[in-house]
């Protein structure tokens, strides 16, 4: 998370346009001004996450100069809209959540709870996804992903789960989650499972 914030230290927006008062002619973004304000959250995973916005982000863009609505402020609306109390999504995320709370406490919109769960790797420490060109899920034997996504996880399930019915499955991770190995961890890797697969 340190060397994250490092990275993101460099890209503050330096203000150029704060203070102006006329909109520009030409395509432009729109930022949002941040203030001094401090965000505070408990991560249900990660713990105490503590921002300082306006030092680590600065002003940050809301609508984009190609006129399409930044994630940042689209999810926020879309939460709301979807009176969504609970999220749980990858660590690569975490970074974009303060933002997302200032957003909230602006607007005067509830915060929901924040779990940011560990994102899966490949034996490079890519992210699977299309763009790393990862190999799509067996969705002919749901169980066996379930099962592998359980091992990534670090639940260790049972070897006799290993041929159960998904519901069999899912009743054990309720019955038997353990968040506490993937506490302060931001991937999970899947080369294990690959080799013993």
């Not at 982000?57 to 940042?72: C, T, V």
């Not at 915060?111 to 769960?117: E, I, L, S």
């Not at 099962?147 to 019915?165: G, I, N, Y």
Request: one cysteine or more.
């Amino acid at each position: 998370m340190e060397q994250a914030r490092e990275n993101t230290l460099s890209d503050v927006y330096p203000g150029l346009c704060r203070h102006l008062n006329t909109v520009p002619a030409g395509p432009h973004a729109l930022r949002i001004k941040t203030d001094q304000r401090i965000i505070r959250f408990q991560d249900e995973l990660q713990g105490l996450i503590v921002h300082d916005l306006a030092a680590q982000d600065g002003d940050f863009i809301i609508k984009r100069k190609d006129d399409i609505i930044a994630y940042q402020f689209a999810v926020v609306i879309d939460d709301e809209l979807q009176q969504v109390n609970h999220i749980v999504r990858g660590f690569d995320l975490l970074e974009a959540t303060p933002k997302q709370i200032y957003l909230q406490q602006v607007l005067g919109l509830a915060t929901p709870h924040y779990m940011h769960v560990p994102v899966i790797v490949d034996e490079h420490g890519f992210k699977l996804s299309k763009q790393t060109q990862a190999t799509a899920v067996d969705l002919a034997a749901p169980g066996r992903v379930i099962f592998e996504l359980l091992v990534l996880l670090r639940q260790h399930p049972p070897l006799e789960l290993k041929q159960a019915s998904i519901n069999e499955l899912l009743d054990w991770a309720i019955a038997h989650w353990q968040p506490e190995p993937l506490q302060n961890k931001s991937a999970v890797s899947c080369a294990s499972t690959q080799q013993s697969g």
